[in-house]
Structures are given as structure tokens and as C-alpha cells.
């Protein structure tokens, strides 16, 4: 059987590698890959191919958020976020995930990196990565999920997202190197592909300061060891300063938060570009107040508040000084799961360039995976990853931010968005806020 082709006409096209924007292009895509992309005038479209007039939009990358938690539970259908947590099995919280890929899908999102989630029952790892191979079976529609699993120390940053009398798996907690090496192993066995850890406190819990010391040096080393055994990577959560030195010098592949600067820790990151993720959409008035809304105690919403300034003012320093970016928003409890545009947003109000934010979520994302010789950019011979929006993103990002405004969405070639005028193609067929309230 002859191969299907696609042959997208757009008005304007980005492609990811942060050069200038080609006018009246043209993207053929044969099979799951893109097999020529360029000006319309100098690609031939083959007679059999099927015609997906774009002239009007902007075609780019598929976006990616390198910081995600889909397994937590959407509070906009729980009344409290605290009684959820002792109700909510294991089992609930899966269709959750699969849910919440499907929203990020939905807006635009075709890869997600999801760095895991405990519940009260234990490690969501076997949970996320049956997700994750059931939209790659094809059996559910839903993005790229690049599954991670916590590795955990007794009350921990992690330990701590579900209260401290909450039951536990016995599994799901270690204490001492050991102990991490043998949690590692088990995440590692379940199929995950990165492992995340914490190398300081952090802004959403309880009873905890951002600049305790949640892991050794050695507990974190042995971390990244084994998952580097395995041709796999580690994600480390760190705050501050000496967090971010001691999660280099453990062999972390990618730093998470960066709340805090000092010199030593950013002339490192900016000398071996290794990738960071802001995560700042959780540090805005706008994520405290979802929290308050959910019953979140006042110690967790002052320690939100007072952090807020010094992660504007780090990311500000990180881009000025040349650190490599990558996209991630710490999605998790927000009702508003698929609107993960808006970090890009918050990047441009302090002070990056339009077409450098979406570099932060396509090529510089897909370099933080691993995965740039499959995705992140649309050249030849690469996934057919696109999103197809209203404007131009690279003169006014917040273009990207209306469900609206996002057109087409595929991946790997298959059109699961298609709202031009007279298409309804959606991965889910609902609306925001159409899901009712249940008592936990």
C-alpha cells in the first residue's frame, strides 16, 4: 500500500530552530515523518497528496512541558484537596493522568515529561508508565508522555505532598544510599524513563523550609548512577544555590525550579548548559490563589508568596547570562491543566524574546529529552509533530494561550485537533468546567 501524504499549506512558518520565519511555506509529511518543509515555491506536492490549506496560519513545532504531575487529582472536581488525598486511590488518579495528557494535547502540548506523583497508597510509577504505553499502543489518544518516578527519602519534599499521617507503602520511601540505589532500581524496572529526586525543601508543602537538605550527596549520586546504568536520566528538584551545585556534581541531566541564584551555581550552569526548568506559571498570584481555594494552610501560601520575587528576579539573571532553557510549568492540582502556554507568557513579560520562549519548548525541550533527532524542530526527516495557531507566536506569544487560537495539533502526522472554520476534530469532547462536583 502506497504511503499516505500530507501536504500542509501555511501562511507562516516557524520551525523551531529560532531563525527567521518562512512566509507561504509548505510541510510534506509521509507516514509519521515530515519528509520536505520549506517556501511553497520550491516543493513539489506530489498529485496523491492530501491538501490541508493553512495559508491563514502559523505552523510550528509541537510544544513540549518538561514539568508535569498529571497523576494529581483535578481539585476543580474535589471540594477540598485534603480529604482528596485520603480518598483517592490509585486507580482514580490514572484517569486522571490519562485525562490531563489529553487536555495538554488538546492545547497544543504533543510531548509531556510527568515527574511523577505518590498517593496515599504509594508510587504512581506503574500507574504513569501504563498510561504512557497505552497511548503509544494507540489504544487512547493522548500526547508523548516521557515517564519519570519519585525516589524518595523519608519525609522528603516528595514524602511530604501527602500528609504526614497518611499511610504508605513501605516501598515507596529510602533511607540511605542503599536504600535510594534499591528504590531506583524498582522505578527503573517498572519502564520509567527519567527518575526525579529533590536536593532542597520546596514552595508547596507543609512544615518544611525551601533551603532544608532533603537528599545526601551520596544518596543523590547513586540516583543518577543507576538511572545512567540504564541509559536513562534523573531530574533533580533544587532551590537554592548549593542545591543546584550539589545536583550537578550527582550527575543530574536536567535542574528543576531554580528558585534562588548565586554566582558559583550559575557560572556552572551557564558553562555546561545544563538544562533548566523555571517552572514559574506555580509561582504566580494566580496558582496561590487556586490554592487557597482548595483549603491549602496559610504556612504554604505565605512561603508561595515570599519565595515569588526571587524566582522572577533568578530567571531574569539565568536568561541574561546564556543558561540553556527548558519549558516546564509544575502542573499539577490546577484546574486549568492544558494551559500550559502561559509560562511561556510569563518568560516574555520578564524580558525574553517571543521566538527564544518557543524555542524553550520545542528544541531546547527536546534537547533536554534526548529526543532532538526525533522531535522539537520541523525538518526532514523528523515526527511530524505541528501545531497550527491563529497569529504569529513569534511576534506575540500569547497567541498560544487560547484553546481557540489553536487550530490543528498533530502528532506523528494524525490530526487529533482540527478546529478550522467548518472542522470539529478534538481529542476530548468536552468543555472547561463541564465536569461536575463529586464528595471525596
Known sequence: ????????????LIDGNGGKTVKNAVILIKDKRISAVGPGKDIKIPKNAEIINCSKYTAMPGMMDLHIHLCMFNNITFKNYRVAQWEVTKQLQQMYMLFHGQMCLDRGFTTLRDLGFMSGYGLMTDQSCAVRDSIDAGIFAGPRIISAAFTVGTGSHLDLINPRSARRDPLATADGPDEMRKLARRNLLAGVDWLKTCASGGGGTDKEEPDIRNHTPEELRVTCEEAHMQHKHCAIHCFTPEAQLIAMEAGADTLEHMVFNGDEAVDKIVETQIPITPTLAHRTDHAIDIRRDIGTPQFTLDKMKQ???????????????????????DMGFEPTMGSNAYELEIYCELGMKPMDAIMTATKNAAKALHLDHEIGTLEKGKLADIVICQGDPSKNIKTLGPRENIKMVLKEG????????????????????????IDA
Open 1 to 12: 500500500m502506497a504511503a499516505k501524504i500530507k501536504a500542509i499549506k501555511c501562511g507562516t
Open 307 to 329: 519565595i515569588q520575587p526571587s524566582c522572577f528576579e533568578s530567571f531574569q539573571r539565568y536568561y541574561k547570562e546564556g543558561a540553556f532553557i527548558a519549558m516546564g510549568t
Open 414 to 437: 494524525y490530526v487529533y485537533v482540527d478546529r478550522r472554520p467548518g472542522k470539529d476534530v478534538r481529542v476530548i469532547q468536552d468543555e472547561y468546567g463541564s465536569w461536575r462536583k
